[in-house]
């Protein structure tokens, strides 16, 4: 796996714009008002992340280090709900965070196949960075799905 530092954050920043535009689109199309404002702020959530790497790749002297979360793997006991304009926002919240799962599970892949190890710690910022994403998506879940708890 080759590729530059450069290369690297392009590609993350796309991912981050891809996601925008994934919950934007969900936002603009959902009725429940609920729903709308829990897309609305991830897609803000994902331009602030596309911001802060597009910062980094301005600055390649500026650290890409991310806090580690504790992953409670929420996310990998449920089950990637289906899309739909009617869904329950504990559902959206599980679609969500299912997506930032998938993303994390990428760049650790990516870090674990690359041969140059620069290139592989970015990999795993970047998956560290998702992680964090998917962590406090996996916090609003816990307190949607099962109130009871608290």
């Known amino acids: 796996m080759e590729g530059t530092y450069k290369e690297i954050l392009n590609m993350a920043i796309r991912d981050e714009v891809e996601a925008f535009e994934f919950y934007d689109s969900i936002a603009q199309k959902v009725s429940d008002r609920s729903l709308k404002q829990i897309f609305s702020e991830l897609a803000g959530e994902e331009q602030k992340h596309r911001q802060l790497l597009q910062a980094f790749l301005a600055n390649p002297a500026m650290p890409l280090k991310f806090n580690e979360e504790t992953d409670y793997k929420v996310s990998e006991t449920v089950a990637l709900p289906q899309l739909s304009m009617e869904m329950k926002p504990a559902d959206a919240i599980a679609l969500a965070m299912k997506k930032e799962e998938e993303s994390m599970k990428a ?26 994403h998917k962590t406090k998506l996996e916090k609003l879940y816990t307190n949607m799905a099962f109130p009871e708890i608290w």
Do not use: C, T, V
């Open 107 to 132: 760049y650790n892949e990516l870090a674990r196949i690359s041969s140059d190890p620069d290139q592989a710690h970015e990999f795993s910022e970047l998956a560290l960075m998702e992680e964090g």
